[in-house]
């Protein structure tokens, strides 16, 4: 399983874009990248996936470099209901679908 | 659509007293089933896991035990809790492997047990 390492925490403002970037110098060929959202008292809550260049859904997008050695989650436009713990997660389709989730971004929105 | 059920919500138990936690997965079959405890402000530690009917994989040795005796149940059990079992307790599903879906995994709203 591949290690991540992201910020601990980071503050943003009402209305701003905020970008969370993951390494994973480790991933291998057949590793999916995917990130997490948890607010407190709640389980996670899938937000994107991805395995190369660029994904978007409703909520948020997701970067990745050729390399695919680090990855970046974007909201646009966050609000002070994004404040929660975004996790990184890497891994591949195996045998027991585990991953691994570290201590996460803890994201604090701001008025 | 698919839905995951977990109870109690909150729990509190004396320690020595044994433990029950349940959770089950509605509107898909043969998930791969997933205990989880997170401890205060710290990320999930991955306990159990289960692939199908009767196969449990331990991830951290303690006095916590998993079983699956149905498809879409999933147990977290002890036969005496220890102070140090209080936490956050997760159960999460994700698709088989051969439905070709990439990971995801599906939480629970979990259960909180204080352990006094």
């Known amino acids: 399983l591949a290690k991540t390492t992201q910020p601990i925490s980071m503050d943003s403002y009402e209305g701003q874009e905020v970008n969370i970037t993951c390494s994973h110098n480790n991933i291998a060929t057949n590793d999916y990248i995917t990130w997490y959202q948890q607010f407190p008292s709640q389980g996670p809550r899938f937000i994107i996936q991805?395995?190369?260049t660029k994904v978007t859904n409703e909520v948020a997008s997701l970067f990745i470099p050729a390399d695919r050695k680090s990855s970046t989650l974007s909201l646009p436009r966050v609000s002070l209901s994004d404040t929660a713990v975004y996790y990184c997660l890497v891994g591949l389709m195996e045998y027991g679908n585990k991953l691994v989730f570290g201590a996460g971004t803890i994201l604090r929105v701001k008025s | 659509s698919q839905t995951i059920h977990q109870w109690p919500a909150t729990l509190v138990q004396p320690v020595g007293s044994p433990l029950s936690l349940e959770c089950t997965v509605e509107?898909?079959?043969?998930?791969?089933l997933y205990w989880y405890r997170q401890a205060a402000g710290r990320g999930l530690q991955l306990l159990f896991y289960?692939?199908?009917?009767?196969?449990i994989s331990s991830e951290v040795p303690q006095n916590l035990s998993a079983s699956r005796p149905q498809d879409r149940q999933f147990i977290l059990s002890s036969k005496k809790l220890l102070l140090s079992d209080s936490g956050f307790y997760l159960c999460a599903w994700s698709p088989p492997r051969d439905r070709g879906a990439k990971n995801i995994q599906y939480f629970g709203a979990g259960t909180r047990l204080s352990v006094l």
């Open positions: 289960s692939v199908g009917i009767g196969q």
């Open positions: 509107g898909t079959s043969n998930p791969n």
């Open positions: 991805g395995y190369k």
